[in-house]
């Protein structure tokens, strides 16, 4: 074949009709111009979703208050919608007074109390249900407002609509924890206690995790399989960490704290002679303070030697830079929530160290589940495709 000959039909190959018609269909403007849409979208979904991130925070903190002041009991009827409008005059105040010295608490634990007393810890308890119906709202308003906007994409509807039946079953799971506290014995039960904040966690981890993955760029660099192990590890430490929280809803719901005031022994043992001292042994594992304090303690003590040795092995894997950034302050972290947590336990369960330790316990699985994430991204785990 001549060169010119050679030449045209290159010419002809590089303007054939397919060519030719695919770029009038997608020119490559509007490809690049929806790509950005794209990314701005998943930015606006991830930064609704870390702002409910917040909330749940904040309602983790005020529920915190709420039980260590012995608020939880103040309100009597759940009332959804009626209930987010609180007293607007004496005649309300009297009328909900009234309802709370007929439950057991007003007459075995605050028999005599004055209405401004009683005043003081309804807020507490109208504070805490308020922020939840805040946070359903937050939720559901914006998700029905990006679904409109064609912003939410077929793979993550799913996941948004199961994160807000979550926070339907987070407010019935109050309730049922508030009825048991209305009974014969003023107190809620321990273990629906660590139900609703086990499952508070549950819905901060979703909505955190679905932002990260939203926030997460396309993988350009180099994937490393060697990570897979210390990804897997930094998974398991995620979920011992929400292990830890599940027996400290425990030992708040018994009381335990306000035992065993002594560190790092347990009045002088290692292991409290009354560990088995129910019967069944099981039975222990749950109603026992002694063995509920001892199994939060060395929940805390492996953490202690599980988190330093996640990042000792990701830094032998050669995790660098930002990488690493979540794992750093992961180990201080850890370092400041056993502080809260010791400082709590020698002084008697004060309101503000309590409030703390709680809260600092949802900034520690935060900042696992960052390391986890981040970790698993580069070993690509998971899906690397888009939401």
């Known amino acids: 074949m001549s ?106 634990v605050n028999v005599g109390m004055s209405l401004d007393e009683f005043k003081g810890i309804f807020w507490w308890e109208y504070i805490h249900r308020l922020l939840g119906r805040l946070i359903g709202l937050a939720f559901l308003v914006p998700l029905l407002w990006f679904a409109l906007r064609r912003k939410i994409g077929a793979s993550l509807a799913p996941r948004l609509i199961g994160i807000f039946l979550l926070g339907g079953l987070q407010g019935f799971v109050g309730w049922w924890m508030v009825t048991s506290g209305l009974v014969d014995d003023p107190h809620v039960s321990h273990v629906r206690l660590s139900i609703h904040l086990g499952l508070a966690f549950l819905i901060f981890a979703a909505m955190f995790w679905t932002a990260l993955d939203l926030l997460s760029t396309e993988v350009r660099e180099r994937l490393d399989r060697s990570l897979a192990p210390v990804a897997g590890f930094a998974t398991a430490v995620c979920v011992l960490i929400f292990v830890m929280v599940l027996s400290g809803g425990l030992v708040a719901g018994t009381r ?12 002088g043992s290692v292991i409290p002679p009354e560990y088995f001292m129910l019967t069944p042994w099981w039975d222990n594992f749950l109603h026992n303070m002694a063995t509920v304090q ?83 991204r580069r070993a690509a785990m998971g899906s690397m495709r888009r939401i």
């Open 256 to 267: 335990a704290g306000y035992a065993y005031n002594t560190f790092p022994l347990m009045n």
């Open 294 to 376: 001892f199994n939060h303690r060395l929940i805390a003590w492996a953490l202690f030697f599980l988190v330093p040795v996640l990042w000792w092995r990701a830094q032998r894997a050669g995790v660098r830079g930002g990488l690493r950034l979540p794992l750093d302050l992961m180990c201080v972290m850890l370092l400041v929530q056993l502080g809260l947590g010791i400082a709590t336990l020698l002084l008697h369960v004060p309101v503000a160290l309590g409030t703390a330790h709680q809260a600092g316990a949802l900034v520690l699985f935060a900042l696992a589940l960052w390391s986890a994430h981040a970790l698993r």
């Open 3 to 108: 060169p010119v000959r050679h030449q045209v039909k290159a010419a002809t190959a590089t303007i054939s009709p397919y060519n030719f018609a695919m770029e009038k269909i997608i020119p490559p403007s509007y490809a690049g111009s929806h790509a950005t849409r794209a990314g701005s979208a998943r930015r606006q979904v991830a930064g609704w979703l870390l702002a409910c991130c917040a909330l749940v925070f904040a309602m983790v903190v005020v529920g915190g208050v709420t039980r260590l002041t012995r608020s939880g009991l103040s309100i009597v009827e759940w009332e959804p919608l009626i209930g987010a409008i609180p007293p607007l005059n004496q005649s309300d105040w009297e009328q909900l007074f009234q309802e709370y010295r007929r439950t057991p608490e007003y007459l075995k």
